[in-house]
């Protein structure tokens, strides 16, 4: 089963987007240790699901942006490698309390993943 998640794109307050997608990967921004939960999500990462880089819309939206899609080639030590299919969407969407780094997963039958996902 092919699972959804989105990601996010900062930093400490820059944006990686441009790096992750010369490279063909995602990576989070925290050590192991600093945010155990996380640890947890990216091992569920596989090889054929599909990554969406979200961007934030500023403090108190209710929107993020979806600013790139793409599907996961493999993982190894917590970097995921991505085959970037689309970089230059702008899609806004209800966030879903999809604020954090790493969210997911989800399947493609909701309504709000397809919105999300679609290409």
Request: net charge positive.
């Amino acid at each position: 089963m092919i699972h959804y998640w989105i990601v996010g794109k900062t930093w400490a307050g820059e944006d990686q987007a441009q790096r992750f997608y010369s490279l063909g990967k995602w990576e989070m921004g925290y050590e192991e240790a600093e945010v155990p939960k996380y640890d947890k999500k990216i091992a569920q990462i596989k090889a054929g699901d599909r990554l969406a880089v979200k961007h934030m819309n500023g403090k108190g939206q209710k929107d993020i942006t979806i600013v790139a899609i793409g599907i996961v080639k493999g993982i190894e030590e917590r970097v995921v490698y991505v085959d970037w299919i689309v970089k230059d969407l702008n899609r806004k969407v209800p966030s879903r309390g999809c604020f954090g780094t790493l969210h997911g997963p989800y399947t493609y039958k909701n309504a709000w993943t397809r919105q999300v996902f679609c290409l």
